[in-house]
């Protein structure tokens, strides 16, 4: 059976700190482009920016979108990166994922299934929202009953939750469409634990930082091409790819930090319409 729990330690202070990689949407052919932006490149670039910065994490975060044309050697070129970093890496899958090629490549490359991240102070807990086949997402039965027993099984730690697609509107109408559709049951269910202190998604391209309820909602921006805040129609923003760190503090506060890559090489086709 699937080990779907694992342990994490924390450092000296008590704190949990994460890495957070979002949408690589990587091809198997090294001149794979999503509208102009060479994903691998942009993907590698962000690594080095990483192992530059040389922060200390507990591990990484990679909530979706790995891959844009399913094969495995997408998410073996992931794999072979990401362990580049020399910390466990965890995962969920997004929309574009193909996840029978997700878990194959990655249990090959010794990434951990685990969706359940116990900690001294936190756990942290993975979800899989994709609908298979469209570009919303929706948490199945099964999925929500796995959370609450999750979140029943330590009542006295801080519970972060993380997730492909985003559960409030971001503010451009075109995205918006492509939500979690049945967040008000995922909401519904979450009020009952106070414990829960953030989601954290990926999936819309961008940094979003807000506060919903007892809930702080964050999303980070994706290792390659970016999309504009506040758009009707689809656009794409000039910003350059990104990550994100989260510090776990034990009293349940989160301290967070997105980076980007300043060098403008990977802009994207001003003129696309849709992807
Ligand atoms: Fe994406």
Not at 48 to 77: C, F, M, N
Request: charged residues 20%; hydrophobic residues 40%.
């Amino acid at each position: 059976m699937t080990k779907i729990k694992t342990q994490l330690d924390v450092d000296a202070d008590g704190v949990l700190t994460f890495l957070q990689i979002t949408d690589t949407h990587l091809f198997a052919k090294p001149d794979g482009e999503l509208l102009g932006v060479n994903t691998r490149e942009s993907f590698l670039a962000v690594i080095a920016k990483v192992l530059k910065q040389a922060r200390p994490i507990q591990g990484i975060l990679a909530t979706g979108d790995i891959s844009q044309d399913h094969t495995p050697e997408s998410y073996r070129l992931f794999a072979e990166h990401i362990n580049q970093l020399e910390k466990p890496c965890f995962w969920l899958p997004g929309n574009h994922d193909f996840q029978p090629a997700m878990l194959a490549e990655f249990a090959t490359a010794g990434i951990s299934p685990a969706k359940q991240l116990v900690s001294k102070y936190w756990q942290v807990i993975l979800l899989d929202t994709q609908e298979l086949g469209v570009p919303h997402g929706r948490l199945k039965q099964e999925q929500l009953t796995q959370l609450q027993g999750f979140l029943d099984e330590y009542p006295d730690k801080h519970a972060l939750v993380l997730l492909h697609h985003h559960v409030q509107p971001a503010g451009c109408k075109w995205l918006d469409q492509h939500d979690l559709k049945n967040a008000d049951e995922l909401f519904a269910m979450l009020k009952q634990y106070p414990q829960v202190k953030a989601l954290v998604c990926g999936h819309i391209h961008q940094e979003m930082d807000r506060q919903y309820d007892q809930f702080r909602l964050l999303a980070t921006p994706s290792t390659c091409i970016q999309f504009k805040p506040h758009c009707d129609d689809f656009t794409l923003d000039e910003q350059g790819p990104g990550w994100r760190y989260l510090d776990l503090l034990p009293n349940g506060d989160i301290n967070t930090q997105v980076y980007r890559l300043a060098d403008g090489r990977f802009a994207g086709d001003a003129k696309a319409t849709g992807y």
